[in-house]
């Protein structure tokens, strides 16, 4: 970690320094990511667990997805599922995993792509690591992040988005400290390709040991932070950060980090996901893999499932 990377940032398009009169974010929680498991066993951490729905809307969950070695045969990935009524998306740092879904989307992402996929009114889909990953085993690490629809658009047609690494848009902070993958939404007068229902900013940063970031954001957006791995700050009190910590940040016109001037050898940078959106402000209920408004659409949902109004598994199936 990280896939994409380059050898010199300063050759690239660099952020702006905040405005004097910039209002940094201060820090409202730093949450702890428990371990779990999803699909057919593979290690995720829980990096929205215990944050209150409030704070995270227009998002649902997210997951890191490893970081793990696998030995041969040991790669996994998640059985044919439904969704409905929201966005998913993966972001894959290391590592090889293919997509296939009812309504014909579907593909093979590795080392910094990401896969896109509005559920919209429903499909079938599974992700699975290839069979020669399977074999040989290896490296293993992303993310899944699911956000939310408006009301209006839960019922979309479904949508798939293959972002692939070389499309991300690649910037550096201001003294090129530290270096910035845009993959959807804007920061600092620049955009990411990914195209969104919901307006949300997505993007991966990594800090040189002692480097700071202030990263220009929406006032209308929230503000969250998620540590990949290293240690650091965050915000105007420094709140400290490591490995699976998630930062909730208030109202404000920058969101703030700093490197440790010390990391660990075998991780030499801060790494981290920084999101947030423009909130929905809708009541969400979400049970499993649909994520809808009342629990009468929620039982729709099951019924439709049921009964193979979302689709049916292809003949070509992975």
């Given at each position: 970690m990280p896939a994409v990377t380059v050898a010199n940032p300063l050759a690239l398009p660099r952020?702006?320094?905040p405005a004097l009169d910039a209002r940094p974010r201060p820090v409202l929680?730093?949450?702890?990511?428990?371990?779990?498991?999803?699909?057919?066993?593979?290690?995720v951490r829980r990096a929205f667990a215990?944050?209150?729905?409030?704070?995270?809307?227009?998002?649902?969950?997210?997951?890191?997805?490893?970081?793990?070695?696998?030995?041969?045969?040991?790669?996994?990935?998640?059985?044919?599922?439904?969704?409905?009524?929201?966005e998913t998306v993966t972001y894959l740092l290391d590592g090889e995993?293919?997509?296939?879904?009812?309504a014909g989307g579907g593909g093979v992402i590795t080392d910094g792509d990401t896969q896109w996929m509005t559920a919209g009114s429903g499909l079938l889909h599974i992700e699975a690591p290839p069979e020669a990953l399977v074999t040989s085993g290896g490296l293993f690490?992303?993310?899944?992040?699911?956000?939310?629809?408006?009301?209006?658009?839960?019922?979309?047609?479904?949508?798939?988005?293959?972002?692939?690494?070389?499309?991300?848009?690649?910037?550096?902070?201001?003294?090129?400290?530290?270096?910035?993958?845009?993959?959807?939404?804007?920061?600092?007068?620049?955009?990411?390709?990914?195209?969104?229902?919901t307006p949300i900013t997505l993007l991966h940063a990594s800090?040189?040991?002692?480097?700071?970031?202030?990263?220009?954001?929406?006032?209308?957006?929230?503000?969250?932070v998620y540590v990949l791995s290293g240690s650091g700050t965050v915000g105007t009190d420094r709140r400290p950060i490591e490995t699976g910590r998630l930062a909730v940040l208030g109202a404000g016109d920058t969101i703030d980090l700093q490197a440790?001037?010390?990391?660990?050898?075998?991780?030499?940078?801060?790494?981290?996901?920084?999101?947030?959106g423009q909130p929905i402000g809708e009541e969400v209920a979400w049970y499993g893999p649909f994520v809808m408004n009342t629990?009468?659409?929620?039982?729709?949902?099951?019924?439709?499932?049921?009964?193979?109004?979302?689709?049916?598994?292809?003949?070509d199936r992975i």
């Amino acid at each position: 970690m990280p896939a994409v990377t380059v050898a010199n940032p300063l050759a690239l398009p660099r952020l702006p320094e905040p405005a004097l009169d910039a209002r940094p974010r201060p820090v409202l929680a730093v949450t702890t990511a428990p371990s779990g498991v999803e699909g057919e066993g593979f290690p995720v951490r829980r990096a929205f667990a215990g944050v209150n729905q409030t704070y995270l809307d227009p998002f649902i969950m997210m997951d890191q997805m490893g970081e793990v070695e696998y030995a041969p045969g040991e790669p996994k990935g998640t059985p044919w599922h439904p969704h409905r009524g929201f966005e998913t998306v993966t972001y894959l740092l290391d590592g090889e995993f293919v997509h296939q879904d009812s309504a014909g989307g579907g593909g093979v992402i590795t080392d910094g792509d990401t896969q896109w996929m509005t559920a919209g009114s429903g499909l079938l889909h599974i992700e699975a690591p290839p069979e020669a990953l399977v074999t040989s085993g290896g490296l293993f690490h992303g993310i899944q992040l699911w956000v939310n629809l408006p009301s209006v658009q839960k019922m979309s047609d479904p949508r798939y988005q293959d972002i692939r690494a070389g499309d991300v848009k690649l910037l550096a902070s201001d003294d090129g400290g530290a270096l910035v993958r845009l993959i959807a939404g804007s920061v600092g007068g620049f955009d990411g390709p990914g195209i969104t229902h919901t307006p949300i900013t997505l993007l991966h940063a990594s800090l040189n040991p002692g480097a700071r970031l202030s990263l220009p954001w929406r006032k209308d957006y929230n503000a969250l932070v998620y540590v990949l791995s290293g240690s650091g700050t965050v915000g105007t009190d420094r709140r400290p950060i490591e490995t699976g910590r998630l930062a909730v940040l208030g109202a404000g016109d920058t969101i703030d980090l700093q490197a440790d001037a010390r990391q660990d050898s075998n991780k030499p940078n801060l790494e981290v996901i920084v999101l947030g959106g423009q909130p929905i402000g809708e009541e969400v209920a979400w049970y499993g893999p649909f994520v809808m408004n009342t629990h009468a659409e929620l039982a729709q949902a099951f019924d439709d499932f049921k009964a193979g109004r979302m689709g049916r598994i292809p003949a070509d199936r992975i």
